[in-house]
């Protein structure tokens, strides 16, 4: 990548204030002060801007165990946003694959590549999505009615692609969609009412039990393609 555009990208400012930082000398790679600002960059190159080391991304895929309490918005007037989680140099760049509500937890990927969130959120590719939920009320024969399906609004028909039942108040449940609200509003369809939900698992990906609430890891096309869709990157 010519290193205007990499300092732009990766240290998050316009194209004329990465070419002033460079011809001042402000920008080194490798520990050689670079002012070229054609000069081209490499994944495995060690830059950085006033002395700060600067990550070469490219694509980002980013698993996050979001905690509720946090909005999936830029918008900090509605509260805390998730990408504060992700205090990185790269975390302007990325957008929610699939949101999930303020106080919801669980698995969320964050990525900068529009196909892949795509893929993943399109009802039309069908990928799982699962989530744990505990109900106010006690479940009953109701619940079957999720897996024939259940108009959420007058022209929103959903379906569970799965239901386990766990205990008298709590399952597990499969979906494909991602309407807004939809879990809850299913069960609402049921008259019965979500307390606590939690997505754990996206396509063949379960949430890493290691992995705690606002802590998030990084993977890369090839495994992020390999654990969630089990098919090689495109
Ligand atoms: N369904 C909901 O109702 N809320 C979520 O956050 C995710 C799915």
Known sequence: MRLDKAISKFYNVSRSQSRKL????SVKINEKNIRDISFEVYPKDFISVNQKKIEYFDYIYIILNKPAGYICSRNRNEGKIIFD????NFS???STCGRLDKDTEGLLILSNDGDFIHNIISPKKDIDKEYFVKLKYRIDSDINNLAQGVFISDDEFVTAKRIDILD???LKITISEGKYHQVKRMFKNVNNEVLYLKRIRIGYYDLPASLKLGEWIKYDREQIYQK???IDAP
């Open 85 to 88: 989680l992700i205090n990185t």
């Open 228 to 230: 969630i869709l089990k």
């Open 22 to 25: 460079i011809l001042k000398g």
């Open 92 to 94: 302007n760049e990325l």
């Open 168 to 170: 008298e108040f709590s």
